[in-house]
């Protein structure tokens, strides 16, 4: 979940360790998965796309073609040549598998994008952790659940971490690297510089509910709701509130609108459920009525605005 971007920047920093990482693993064709595989792909790595079924990894192709062509349309505008050149490199450099076990026989870092189901990636790093090479980092994308937990079933818990990437991947320029009570100084280290090698500005945060962006970003839109909610003011006044007020590009409805309510709904219910006295944490009444309905935003056509 994140503010949406326009503006593409490679912000790498001239301290940062050389980047070990030559090779990536993303498993999880979807929107993610697909924009995780085209960044590494992108600035040099060789990546290999895992997913279900050729089906979705077909799909997965065409929304990396698509938003890359969209990329270059914008470099090399005056020289399209060297553009389509950049896209078929980069292209190249994408291998498509459905065999997950396959695919991390020879790979230094494993990228998991999946469903957030905390059972689903458990299940996924148990089953490769054998398998993969010891050098081999694991780190998870997820953008609520606990690091610590979902490295607890593997046997590499000093190598394991989280990299939650923003959607979407290509535009947004933050990574969140995460680290646990048992990562490791040298895997933190070959995650920042391997974040930072394919173009993101790297923050650092330790396994806490929703790191950093989601920690402050899901209570503040979930407060927004409560005023709505209480008929303190109207949704199109409360964003505009913050929008003129606090100089934000979007504001709080709209903003959970955009993401999907029920990815909201879905993060609040999971961190309540875990720390039921926190008040922040608490889902809203309206938020669930309108999930419950289908309204689930931009996506579906309606959420707190129609489209």
């Not at 076990?101 to 148990?126: G, H, Y």
């Not at 607890?152 to 990437?165: C, Q």
């Amino acid at each position: 979940m994140a503010l949406p971007s326009l503006v593409l920047r490679r912000c790498v920093s001239s301290s940062a360790p050389a980047n070990v990482i030559k090779h990536v693993t993303v498993v999880g064709g979807g929107l993610m998965g697909s924009g995780i595989a085209q960044v590494a792909a992108q600035n040099g790595q060789d990546v290999t796309l895992v997913d279900v079924n050729d089906a979705v990894l077909s799909k997965s192709r065409g929304i990396i073609e698509t938003s890359l062509k969209r990329v270059v349309k914008k470099m090399f505008k005056d020289n399209p040549a060297d553009g389509e050149k950049l896209v078929q490199e980069t292209l190249e450099k994408i291998k498509t598998l459905t065999d997950v076990n396959e695919a991390v026989k020879e790979t230094d870092l494993v990228v998991e994008a999946i469903i957030e189901n905390i059972d689903l990636k458990q299940k996924l790093f148990s089953s490769i952790d054998e398998i993969a090479p010891d050098h081999t980092i694991f780190a998870s994308n997820t953008s609520s659940l606990s690091i610590g937990e979902i490295a607890s079933v593997t046997k590499r818990k000093d190598r394991f971490g989280g990299l939650h990437f923003f959607n979407p991947v290509p535009v947004m320029k933050l990574l969140e690297v995460i680290r646990t009570e048992d990562t490791s100084d040298d895997t933190y280290q070959k995650m920042m510089a391997w974040g930072q090698a394919v173009g993101k500005t790297c923050i650092t945060c330790k396994d806490t509910p929703g790191f950093v962006v989601n920690r402050l970003l899901v209570p503040y839109m979930s407060e927004a709701v409560r005023m709505l909610e209480r008929g303190d003011a109207t949704a199109r006044d409360i964003d505009t509130a913050m929008k003129l007020g606090a100089g934000l590009p979007m504001g709080p409805l709209e903003l959970s609108d955009y993401t999907g309510l029920d990815t909201g709904l879905y993060i609040s219910e999971g961190w309540h459920k875990k720390f039921p006295d926190e008040p922040l944490f608490k889902p809203s009444k309206l938020m669930k009525k309108l999930v419950s309905e289908g309204k689930l935003g931009r996506k579906s056509g309606e959420g707190f605005y129609k489209y």
